[in-house]
């Protein structure tokens, strides 16, 4: 993709329309300027990062190795949660989109009821637009790893596309995909609204924030010309870390917070996701209105410490191979159990854990990592946590409550719950609609054998006879045609010498119609079987070439599933 420099900003990408495979999203050039969609598979390698590691930088003298355990910083695991973050980000910021094409008169019709803060001057023009935010809220522990997961997420994005022309048409514009902002410290909405304009400006080379700033605007007016400015940059994902700095802020500094995120959702239509610690919970939960409005149509996303199963064997085993000291050491069940024992499911903790064990070894002259050293730099070095993690340990909920950060006890799951009888719901709807056309499909292919059967009755052959042929086909291919079915029938009978003529080979006139003599069905297995046995076959041999029998590499359950 062909780099730009916009003046005075940051650098930016060139678009490059990709065709969309989601009707919902075809015919919009935001949203085709956006990398495709990515497999789980494709997004591990995406995300994941292992630096560079060679055997031989264990011979080192002990101070530079002492410098490169610095190193284990730099590791990403993608995990089970990372990856459902990323699918959940990729479909908000498209979601996003869907209702902002700049080729439609919406987009206009936003840009005018924030200018003159009326309505549009066509009110039907509006019927039926909803803003699509699929907006969330990630809450999740201290040292879980969200704000690099989010980081590692949103640089898969290109943050700046330019756009000029468009099939042929011009088409001028930047578009922001995403910006991620930090809660100011008191929860002023000024605070953030300059950060806001400061990385705008950043990005685009424009002087929002100087603006501001000599006019005194109120937060009013600042947000309001935010609204315009969200617009003109087609900005598709705003991102709000450490959101639990609500909690601090001055009394109702959090309402007035949380409605400004609403407005940006009604009314501009920008996907808003709120990132933070437990903390947060008291603020998004406070009442059921703030409640709903920390929950976006995404769904939420709570994130506990990683338990002690397989994902955390993969998160020590990702790092464990990055050894500087002389002796290496191998690991074991009881290594991964020390570690979760004294980091308790952290990843945070368990890097430094991890790094501070290798260095007490190489400064010591240990040269080992021991279940001995591994508990003694825990003990040591973490002592400002080790309240916290006693009370992990012991699992005792009063006091985790004590620490806001790691406390998840306080988290209402009721919007879990109701959204998982949604789903159970949809689910229902989903069996009763296919219940449905499975029926339709079976008096379809009811009418479609009873029509078969009454065509080749006129071409003179037996009712019986006819049924049983029909009944065969079907049997092998549900999906045919009346008019196929006797094509096929009478072909059949053709081959056998039957169609010629019908009463050499059975079949009689009485009264008008056209019965059959009884004669041997050729499609009948036990026929099939005599004639085989008169030709030197087996039974198997003659089955099979009669199609009764499908080879293993020919049955549909021996295909690759394809997920």
Known sequence: MKKIIIPNG???????????????????????????????????????????????ERKLDSHYRIYMVDRLFQVFQPLPMNIELERKISRTLRQGYVFRNPFESKLAQGF??????????????????????????????????????????????????????????????????????????????K??????????????????????????????????????????????LLVIDEIQHLSMAKSGGSEKMLNFFVNLVNNVGVPVILVGTPKAVKVLQGDFRQARRGSGLGGDMVCDRIQKDEVWDLLVSSIWHYQWTRKETPFTPEISSILYEETQGIPDLLKKVYAITQAYAIS???????????????????????????????????????YEDICMTGIDFNDFL???????????????????????????????????????????????????????????NQDVSAESMVEDAMALLKDEGMKEEPEKKGIRKVKGRKEKQSTANPLDIRTIVEQGKKDNKSAYESLKEAGYIISFKDDIFSREVVW
């Not at 990709?18 to 497999?39: C, G, R, T």
């Not at 596309?161 to 809660?183: D, M, N, T």
Request: aromatic residues 8%; hydrophobic residues 35%; proline residues 5%.
């Open 364 to 402: 010591s002259g240990k040269e080992e990592i021991t279940p001995y050293i591994i508990r003694k730099v825990a003990k040591e070095n973490l002592k400002l946590v080790q309240p916290m993690l006693t009370a992990l340990k012991t699992g005792n909920i009063r006091e985790i409550a004590k």
């Open 112 to 189: 005018c009821r924030d200018y003159y803060g009326t309505n549009p001057v066509n009110p039907k023009d509006d019927d039926g637009f909803y803003p699509s935010s699929f907006g969330f809220t990630l809450i999740g522990i201290s040292g879980l790893g969200k704000t690099s997961s989010l980081k590692r997420i949103l640089n898969m994005y290109p943050q700046v596309i330019v756009h000029s022309e468009y099939r042929g048409i011009p088409f001028s514009a930047y578009q922001v995909v995403w910006v991620k902002l930090e809660c100011p410290h008191d929860g002023s909405i």
């Open 418 to 476: 109701t959204r998982t009888k949604e789903s159970i719901n949809l689910d229902l709807r989903a069996k009763e609609i296919k219940k449905r056309q499975n029926k339709m499909k079976q008096e379809n292919l009811m009418e479609e054998k009873k029509e078969a059967v009454l065509k080749l009755v006129d071409l003179g052959m037996d009712a019986k006879k006819a049924q049983k042929i029909i009944d065969t086909m079907l049997s092998q």
């Open 191 to 236: 605070g953030l609204l300059y950060e806001f304009f400061s990385e705008i400006d950043r990005l685009l080379g424009t002087n929002y924030y100087q603006k501001m700033m000599k006019t005194r605007a109120t937060a009013d007016a600042m947000m309001t010309v935010m609204n315009q400015v969200v617009r003109n940059c087609s900005l598709g």
């Open 10 to 56: 940051s650098m930016a990408e060139e678009a490059q329309y990709k065709e969309q495979v989601i009707p919902d999203y075809q015919d919009n050039p935001f949203i085709e300027a956006l990398p495709n969609l990515l497999s789980p598979h494709k997004v591990v390698e995406k995300l994941a990062f292992y630096p560079q590691y060679h055997q031989n």
